[in-house]
């Protein structure tokens, strides 16, 4: 079976440098039982596939918001005449 980070080191090269105009995350959603022993609930994972940072979430919000977060310092970091400036698709 292929390893995942090989995978995701040949993507990383083959973006030539897009990777700073283009993020890719992955989400895993599953059911547990509570931790009270209540009925099943919903976990999940985000995972930023650029810079290789997750959490996982018991609230579909709370990872959204770790996404929300990615982006912004994203964004912070851009400058003038940097890839994707215009926002333009190409």
Avoid: D
């Avoid at 080191?9 to 599953?30: D, I």
């Avoid at 994203?74 to 005449?81: A, E, K, V």
Wanted: with cysteine; hydrophobic share 35%.
């Amino acid at each position: 079976m292929p390893c995942a980070s090989g995978h995701i080191a040949r993507m990383r090269s083959a973006m030539n440098g897009e990777e700073s105009r283009f993020h890719t995350f992955v989400v895993r959603c599953w059911v547990e039982l509570s931790e009270t022993g209540g009925p099943w609930e919903w976990r999940g994972e985000v995972r930023h596939l650029p810079g290789g940072e997750s959490m996982r979430f018991r609230e579909l919000e709370s990872g959204l918001e770790f996404m929300r977060s990615l982006l912004a310092a994203q964004l912070r970091s851009y400058r003038p005449g940097s890839p994707g400036e215009s926002g333009a698709e190409t």
